[in-house]
């Protein structure tokens, strides 16, 4: 009962610990803005370099959904709409939750390996000892470049999803997007366009603070890449429904 207690109590300082750096890495994004050669180079890594396995997955997943929505509308008979339930589930839900996951699993290990092996090997406490912040050199560039970045290569996924589904549908070329269209509307966007800026958000606070506190050498480094993954997808999920809970019941949209 003791050493739960003591798992809790290390949880709760944690999360305190977390919201704490996070309030420092937003207030650093206005006080000591990143130099343009960094901020670029994280944008380059996380966007371009991440496009190959947007599209794969956003392909696969757009066919195998078109699949099953046509399937299933086809018994009320309204199979000639399943480009606008696609459209419709890409903006506002499956676009933003694959690209989170996918930068999640791709960019956010990167980011805590990167940082707790900088961690471990005292390269942070080198940077400071030459007087410069490491909260603008290591943090905010790539807080910055993922909030920037997730929006176009969610944009990417959507795009793969309703071209996999266009590809293995069989309804009429013209009705599918002529119906896919229609998904594209303030109503649908306000949510996908939210989600995305808040998912990039989440990736990196989480992955540069585990990063940042990585210990135990190889092994904490480890430990602090598979908890960056593990966590941030687990948030992005909770924020998903949050986000989703507002737009629809609160906004009505």
Known sequence: MRDLAEKFKAAFQAVGDYCLFT?????????????????IEQMDAIGVQSLVILITTGLFGGMALSLFLEAEMALFGSKAYAGRALAVAAVRELGPIISGLMLAGRV??????????????Q??????????DPQQKLVTPRLLGLMLMTPPCTMVTNLMILLGG??????????FW?????????????????KPFVFGFIIATISCFMGLRASQGVRGVGMASANAVVVSSVVIFLANYIIGFIVLDWLGV
């Open 166 to 175: 266009f590809l293995v549908s069989t309804v009429a070329p013209g009705t």
């Open 178 to 194: 002529f119906e896919a269209r229609k998904a594209f509307v303030p109503m649908h966007l306000a949510g996908g366009l939210i």
């Open 23 to 39: 309030v420092e890495a937003c207030i650093s994004i206005f006080r000591r803005p990143p130099h343009i050669k960094d901020l």
């Open 123 to 132: 390269q942070i406490d080198s940077i400071e000892g030459l007087g410069q």
């Open 108 to 121: 956010g290990s990167r980011i805590a390996s990167e940082l707790g092996s900088m961690r471990v090997t």
